[in-house]
Antibody
Framework: EVQLVETGGGLIQPGGSLRLSCAAS????????MSWVRQAPGKGLEWVSI???????YYADSVKGRFTISRDNSKNTLYLQMNSLRAEDTAVYYC???????????WGRGTLVTVSS | QSVLTQPPSVSGAPGQRVTISCTGS?????????VHWYQQLPGTAPKLLIY???NRPSGVPDRFSGSKSGTSASLAITGLQAEDEADYYC????????????FGGGTKLTVL
């Protein structure tokens, strides 16, 4: 079955760090471009970061310099390392598979990150 | 403020037709970047509904259709059903300095 499963969310204090994982099955992460999209409680979707099959990475201004996207090809897993977390980073984080046309055709169920003291 | 503007809410009775607009600018929709639509049912992850302005993935009913013109796009839903009640998001690409992939603020569809 083709699917994405995110893990690693939780409650973290402001200024702390957290690493999210997204395990893929049924397809190869490294052959696709993969993204993280977040959704704050009661709010809309916000694109966070993307990694292309060639390894290039891009970030939204709101997380640039604090978040790092990466992948482990041997584990077929996508990661999001989040440092210097702020209250406004509180959200459900989804990983999603991107397609050449610029859309996301496969989404995980998401993992909740709560930044609070 | 979202780069793409959608109405916060729309509503319709079962069987009716509703449309949801998505307004952008010359750096995204108006720059010929495609528009895509997602449906998010309560408590679930987003699901791709329309890609490339007007294409439906396998399994999406033909009651859903998309169009694009100039700096705007629209999602139309005909034969409204109770299970269509959800949040709908448009998405495109933005070429401005702070751009990349951008979403609309979302539209809550209520089936009366």
């Amino acid at each position: 079955e083709v699917q994405l499963v995110e893990t690693g969310g939780g409650l973290i204090q402001p200024g702390g760090s957290l690493r999210l994982s997204c395990a893929a099955s049924g397809f190869t992460v490294s052959s696709n471009y993969m993204s993280w999209v977040r959704q704050a409680p009661g709010k809309g979707l916000e694109w966070v970061s993307i990694i292309y099959s060639g390894g290039s990475t891009y970030y939204a201004d709101s997380v640039k310099g604090r978040f790092t996207i990466s992948r482990d090809n041997s584990k077929n897993t996508l990661y999001l390392q989040m440092n210097s977390l702020r209250a406004e980073d509180t959200a459900v984080y989804y990983c999603a598979r991107g397609r050449q046309g610029g859309y996301f055709d496969l989404w995980g169920r998401g993992t909740l990150v709560t930044v609070s003291s | 403020q979202s780069v793409l503007t959608q109405p916060p809410s729309v509503s319709g009775a079962p069987g009716q037709r509703v449309t949801i607009s998505c307004t952008g600018s010359s750096s995204n929709i108006g720059a010929a970047y495609d528009v895509h639509w997602y449906q998010q049912l309560p408590g679930t992850a987003p699901k791709l509904l329309i890609y490339g302005n007007s294409n439906r993935p396998s399994g999406v009913p033909d009651r859903f259709s998309g169009s694009k013109s100039g700096t705007s796009a629209s999602l139309a839903i005909t034969g409204l059903q109770a299970e269509d009640e959800a949040d709908y998001y448009c998405q495109s690409y933005d070429s401005s300095l702070s751009g990349f992939w951008v979403f609309g603020g979302g539209t809550k569809l209520t089936v009366l």
